[in-house]
């Protein structure tokens, strides 16, 4: 990963609206903001994830957003950067991809196995139906959700349009017009997708995305174990996964 000192150095040589000073100001005066996002983060990322090295992905965002922030644009920096950083970190974060093939392979298999069986039944998948679709015992079935999870093989982020992407159309440039109501029709097609989730599902999704609880505090208010959470999180996050594949094809 570049180190904040050598981009710095690349910024300065290439120039910016906001002048040099400006910038180290403003990096001076939001680092604390890059560390608050590194740790809430953190509540919500297995332990393998290293906060010293969201902190520092997180600090190449503040300096990107000072570098390129435009006032004119109408957001307050505080807003810009952190979006910003939040994208950097999330960056970091897919590029450390420590789940073993096999999970990504399994994944991949419940993923087709809830699109088939949901197409065929016009229902939502069961869970004994997706684990002998995909030829697993129903506790392999559930310990393969709790790992899908525990491992970040796949996020709700990771669906275009993310929240990380924001920043793209903030100051960087305007979109074209076909992009931006491919958007606003994905982000229809998404919200529909969550609203017909089951409703424990949907629930989970609220409170972790949303409410921004982390899982114990998930299933605290749910009323079961942690490890249940994870099961319903990445059942949901497949269940999406599944019914957005038009969308998410066209990546």
């Known amino acids: 990963m570049k180190s904040v000192a050598a981009y710095t150095r690349t910024a300065a040589s290439t120039g ?13 005066e ?22 010293d090295d969201l902190i520092q992905s997180g600090m190449i965002g503040l300096l990107e957003a000072a570098q390129n922030y435009d006032p004119a644009q109408g957001a307050s920096f505080e807003t810009y950067a952190g979006i910003r950083i939040r994208g950097s970190m999330l960056d970091e974060i897919r590029k450390g991809d420590w789940a073993p093939r096999s999970l990504h392979r399994k994944v991949r298999a419940i993923t087709q196995a809830v699109a088939d069986l949901e197409a065929r039944h016009s229902r939502d998948a069961r869970d004994t139906e997706v684990a002998e679709a995909v030829g697993m015992s129903l506790d392999e079935y559930h310990a393969t959700l709790a790992d899908a999870t525990g491992y970040r093989v796949f996020s709700f982020e990771d669906l275009p349009a993310g929240e990380e992407n924001m920043s793209e159309g903030l100051t960087d440039k305007i979109p074209e017009p076909a992009e ?25 999704m609220s409170l972790y995305y949303k409410e921004e609880l982390n899982l114990r505090e998930t299933g605290e208010v749910l009323g079961v174990s942690e490890s249940r959470v994870c099961q319903i999180h990445s059942q949901a996050l497949i269940r999406l996964k599944a019914r957005m594949a038009e969308w998410t094809a066209r990546e």
């Open 180 to 204: 931006h109501v491919e958007n606003e029709l994905f982000q229809v097609a998404l919200a529909e997708a969550i609203e017909s989730l089951p409703e424990r599902e949907r629930l989970v």
């Open 30 to 51: 939001y680092a604390p903001l890059v560390k608050r996002i590194a740790y809430h983060l953190m509540t919500r990322l297995p332990p393998a994830v290293q906060v």
């Open 16 to 28: 910016s609206a906001v002048s040099a000073l400006s910038q180290t100001q403003l990096v001076d």
